[in-house]
């Protein structure tokens, strides 16, 4: 596979990855300090094939945390002759909707099967034969940045093109005769992670580490551990501290990628002082899969398109066509774009990101744009909201250190009484935002994104979005910022907001019930117990453990101070 980038191992097409006995050392994934190779993943790919066999239906869901035992039934049920849908999350919600579109169940959602002990799985893989790649589909859901999360087909050839171009592309960035291995803070259940830590590594022996990256010092111990890449998004890019210590990572890392929205400059050149390297950024949707591709650091704002993929521009919106689509016809983004004369293009905003507001046809991208002129504003969402029969806007936006700073000595009403006075000269009045939320930092879902719902619960109940952090059946962990203009901290305390304390069992029950099978009725509290205030501007980590039987559940939050409270809520339930 010399055309596409040098590589340590042979190139073992997507259509081919589980068949056959050959290259059975070849590496697949690090679990923990556990090297798992082929050998074994071609006989756990068999104990998923049965299990599917014996199931009726033709369409499946998968929704697994660990990245290899994603693998291993994604491929035990294509081999199986089933179409794979792939969750984006666990959510109640979610998981309704599954439910009215495949018959089976797999990984950490309700009912789900097991694999079965394959009694011959050697030479079940060896009779496997290659997949169709034209017959052999699965459905992956976009993010929802722009509303409800969308289901997109892909064809198993749409996949092989893809994960080809970006080895063309980006393979000479890989040494010669040396194991590399994918880290990663993005989640493989979106197109982006399915593509960068899924099959792109399969096909050229690049080991995923199935450890989720989630903190910052937690990347820095993992990334030194070993050759590595890393596999992000903006979101976490954005938040990386100057106070851990990465001298370890930089010796180790060979890459970052980056994707699911462009990485802001000043957040570009801190990641690579950080790290080292200048961010891979791709631009691309689940739709089109991968467009473009850029580093900061060389390229300023201007993207280059990735090898077979040709654009242009129907007047000022981006159109493509590449083998990464379903057919050969032009796909037109909602992206606006401007040529840069020198075969590339620039990103201009969205094209559909148009509210009708009193009957005035308002851009969003333009009120977003007017909001960082300020001075006041580094990152803002503005959405049209429904509001009596019409609808308003609204804004939700990250201050500017001088923002906070305003906010904290004059308050809140103020700093939004300097924003629309400076917003006044630039926008029409009706393009005035209505209402406001302040937060630290967005909140952002698995894949990095920021989801218009998300944004949406901001204006809801009076509790920060959580970033899910970790979840499971019986224990999770989710983030929270506290925004000083949560209504909760008015009044309590004057000249020193706090955080009440039936807040914080308020919010763990509401958590809890986002992410376990949590129906009963509150019956009792337990244990609680203060050992520090939470004040405005702290991000706390929340963590919950859920004891079905005894219909329990436990909380505590804590921070980079330590802990700040704990204790357990009873429910009513069957089970007690």
């Known amino acids: 596979m010399s055309e596409v980038g040098l590589l340590r191992h042979p190139w073992i097409s997507t259509p081919a990855v589980a068949c056959g006995g050959h290259d059975l050392d070849r590496p697949v994934a690090w679990r923990g300090s556990e090297l798992v190779a082929r050998a074994r993943f071609l006989d756990d790919v068999a104990g998923w094939q049965a299990s599917f066999e014996g199931r009726p239906g033709a369409r499946v869901a998968l929704y697994f945390e660990d990245g290899y035992e994603f693998a291993c039934a994604l491929y035990g049920a294509w081999h199986a002759g089933k179409e794979v849908v792939i969750s984006g999350d666990a959510l109640a919600t979610t998981v309704e909707r599954l439910q009215g579109l495949v018959d089976v169940m797999a990984g950490q959602l309700p009912g789900a099967i097991e694999p079965v002990l394959h009694k011959d799985a050697a030479a079940c893989a060896g009779r496997r034969q290659a997949l169709d790649p034209q017959a052999t589909y699965l459905t992956v859901f976009t993010s929802g940045s722009n509303g409800e999360p969308l289901a997109i087909v892909k064809r198993l050839d749409q996949i092989e093109s893809e994960i080809a171009h970006l080895?063309?592309?980006?393979?000479?960035?890989?040494?010669?005769?040396?194991?590399?291995?994918?880290?990663?803070?993005?989640?493989?259940?979106?197109?982006?992670?399915?593509?960068?830590?899924?099959?792109?590594?399969?096909?050229?022996?690049?080991?995923?580490?199935?450890?989720?990256?989630?903190?910052?010092?937690?990347?820095?111990?993992?990334?030194?551990?070993?050759?590595?890449?890393?596999?992000?998004?903006?979101?976490?890019?954005?938040?990386?501290?100057?106070?851990?210590?990465?001298?370890?990572?930089?010796?180790?890392?060979?890459?970052?990628?980056?994707?699911?929205?462009?990485?802001?400059?000043?957040?570009?050149?801190?990641?690579?002082?950080?790290?080292?390297?200048?961010?891979?950024?791709?631009?691309?949707?689940?739709?089109?899969?991968?467009?473009?591709?850029?580093?900061?650091?060389?390229?300023?704002?201007?993207?280059?398109?990735?090898?077979?993929?040709?654009?242009?521009?129907?007047?000022?919106?981006?159109?493509?066509?590449?083998?990464?689509?379903?057919?050969?016809?032009?796909?037109?983004?909602?992206?606006?774009?401007?040529?840069?004369?020198?075969?590339?293009?620039?990103?201009?905003?969205?094209?559909?990101?148009?509210?009708?507001?009193?009957?005035?046809?308002?851009?969003?991208?333009?009120?977003?744009?007017?909001?960082?002129?300020?001075?006041?504003?580094?990152?803002?969402?503005?959405?049209?909201?429904?509001?009596?029969?019409?609808?308003?806007?609204?804004?939700?936006?990250?201050?500017?250190?001088?923002?906070?700073?305003?906010?904290?000595?004059?308050?809140?009403?103020?700093?939004?009484?300097?924003?629309?006075?400076?917003?006044?000269?630039?926008?029409?009045r009706v393009a005035l935002p209505r209402r406001w939320r302040f937060v630290r930092t967005l909140p952002v879902n698995s894949q990095g994104k920021t989801t218009e719902s998300m944004l949406q619960d901001l204006f809801g109940a009076d509790m920060p979005p959580p970033q899910w952090l970790r979840r499971g059946e019986t224990e999770a962990v989710a983030e929270l910022t506290v925004s000083p203009d949560l209504d909760v901290l008015q009044g309590h305390f004057p000249g020193f907001p706090l955080l009440p304390g039936i807040a914080q069992v308020d919010w763990a029950i509401a958590l809890a019930r986002q992410c376990f099978a949590l129906t009963g009725e509150f019956r009792s509290l337990e244990g609680l117990k203060f050992h520090r205030p939470v004040t405005p501007g702290m991000r706390v980590q929340v963590h919950l453990e859920w004891q079905a039987p005894t219909g329990r559940l436990g909380f505590r939050y804590s921070s980079f101070e330590g802990a700040h409270s704990s204790g357990r809520v009873t429910f009513s339930s069957t089970h007690v």
Not at 275 to 289: A, K
Not at 309 to 321: A, F, K, P, Q
Not at 332 to 348: E, I, K, N
Not at 375 to 391: D, N
Request: hydrophobic share 40%; aromatic share 8%.
């Open 167 to 428: 080895q063309q592309a980006f393979g000479d960035r890989f040494p010669e005769g040396g194991d590399v291995s994918i880290c990663a803070t993005v989640s493989h259940q979106h197109i982006y992670g399915l593509l960068f830590c899924i099959f792109w590594p399969l096909a050229c022996g690049r080991p995923l580490d199935t450890v989720r990256l989630i903190y910052p010092d937690q990347m820095a111990v993992r990334l030194a551990l070993r050759p590595s890449v890393l596999v992000s998004s903006p979101a976490h890019l954005k938040r990386l501290p100057d106070t851990v210590d990465w001298e370890g990572a930089r010796s180790h890392l060979l890459c970052v990628f980056s994707s699911g929205g462009p990485l802001p400059a000043d957040s570009a050149g801190e990641c690579h002082q950080l790290l080292g390297h200048s961010p891979t950024e791709v631009y691309g949707s689940s739709e089109t899969g991968g467009i473009a591709w850029r580093q900061q650091a060389i390229h300023g704002d201007r993207w280059t398109a990735l090898p077979g993929i040709d654009w242009r521009l129907d007047e000022d919106v981006l159109s493509v066509r590449s083998a990464h689509l379903p057919d050969d016809n032009w796909f037109q983004t909602s992206d606006r774009a401007r040529l840069t004369g020198d075969g590339g293009f620039v990103l201009m905003g969205r094209a559909d990101r148009i509210a009708k507001i009193e009957e005035k046809r308002i851009s969003l991208t333009a009120v977003e744009a007017a909001l960082y002129t300020t001075g006041l504003i580094q990152e803002a969402r503005a959405m049209a909201m429904p509001h009596a029969g019409s609808a308003r806007l609204v804004v939700v936006g990250v201050p500017t250190p001088q923002g906070w700073a305003l906010m904290r000595d004059s308050g809140r009403r103020h700093y939004t009484d300097v924003l629309r006075n400076r917003l006044g000269d630039l926008l029409e």
